[in-house]
Structure formats: structure tokens, C-alpha cells
């Protein structure tokens, strides 16, 4: 089991940053790659940055691609994400996950084994 606590979540004005961070706890090892998702409400859940432990590779949505960075550091079995130029519509619950096996390059929610308990991040126009 590998367990997952977010934190970093808030209230910022349009145009600032946050920046998210994941512990992970438990089996880490066992994680391949870590990710970032987000919910906004009346909406589905959906992908938004990848990166796998190992070579430190990423991936990220095309909507937040220039504005969002995600990062790992290894030895506190982290994962951050960093945001800038946070608009309205980046307004979510942002989840972080962890999948066990597979590609970075996989979106759906559905190929994540774990998952944290979400942090809300609210931007004001």
C-alpha cells in the first residue's frame, strides 16, 4: 500500500502561484510514476502532470503546459507541483496519485492505483 497526503492548496489571486506538494508513505517503491489531477465542480476528474521516479521525465496537459511544473525528490518521497499564472479556470480539487506500472504518457484516472485525499485550490479573478 503507498500512501499519499497533499498539501499546499489555497486561495490566490489570478496570475499568482502555488505550489502543491505529495508525501508518499508506505510501499513507495512499489510506484512507478506519480501524478497530478484535478476536479472542478460538476466536472470530471482529470489528468494535469506526470512524472516518473525514475529519470525524472514528465508530462503535462496542454492547458497547463508553460505555467505548471511537477517534481519529484526521491529521498523524501515527494512530489511537487508547482504553479504559475494560475487562472480562474485552474480552480479544482487537485489530487495527487501514484500508479504502479505503465507509462507516464497514460491520462486516465483509471490507470492510478492510489490516491490521496485531495486540496483545494480556489483562484480569483
Known amino acids: 500500500q503507498v500512501q499519499l497526503v497533499e498539501s499546499g492548496g489555497g486561495l490566490v489571486q489570478a496570475g499568482g502561484s502555488l505550489r502543491l506538494s505529495c508525501k508518499a508513505s508506505?510501499?513507495?517503491?512499489?510506484?512507478?510514476?506519480m501524478g497530478w489531477f484535478r476536479q472542478a465542480p460538476g466536472k470530471e476528474r482529470e489528468f494535469v502532470a506526470s512524472?516518473?521516479?525514475?529519470?525524472?521525465?514528465?508530462y503535462y496537459t496542454d492547458s497547463v503546459k508553460g505555467r505548471f511544473t511537477i517534481s519529484g525528490d526521491n529521498a523524501k518521497n515527494t512530489v511537487y507541483l508547482q504553479m504559475n499564472s494560475l487562472k480562474p479556470e485552474d480552480t479544482a480539487v487537485y489530487y495527487c496519485?501514484?500508479?504502479?506500472?505503465?507509462?507516464?504518457?497514460?491520462?486516465?484516472?483509471?490507470?492510478?492505483?492510489?490516491w490521496g485525499q485531495g486540496t483545494q485550490v480556489t483562484v480569483s479573478s
Open positions: 496519485a501514484a500508479r504502479v506500472s505503465g507509462s507516464i504518457y497514460y491520462v486516465s484516472e483509471r490507470g492510478y492505483d492510489y
Open positions: 508506505g510501499r513507495t517503491f512499489s510506484s512507478n510514476a
Open positions: 512524472i516518473n521516479w525514475i529519470g525524472s521525465s514528465t
